[in-house]
């Protein structure tokens, strides 16, 4: 009995998890608003964003006004794009093993937050933005 109610009580946790979704999800079930692709361009191109991951840490990204990023003492020189999808994707030489990673933001809150392809919540912008 006790190792049905346990495979039971399992389930039921992998279900409810299923269901609340990823974090995207839920900032959009809350009313989140997506920029779009001329925000986006309009918030980079050109300019510094700096933010801060869920585990703390800041980050900061200078794209030039052609969409290239200058290497910095952290890593190699990178390109930037926003595809019409709506998306931020940037690739860096030496950083992701070279791949192109991509993100869509959110104004949630009176925030700007950026979620990973697989909807998990990457960063939030600093205020000013």
Known sequence: MRIAF???GAGLLAAAVAW???DEERAVSAGATALTAGE???LYLGNTVAGVTPGGYRF???VE???TIPSTERRGAGEFSVPEDGRVCMRFEDVW???LRCWTYYRVDGEIRMYREDGALSGV???GY
């Open 6 to 8: 346990g495979l039971l």
């Open 20 to 22: 609340a979704g990823s």
């Open 40 to 42: 986006l361009k309009a």
């Open 60 to 62: 900061e990204t200078f």
């Open 65 to 67: 006004a052609d969409g």
């Open 97 to 99: 093993e070279g791949r």
């Open 125 to 127: 912008l600093e205020a």
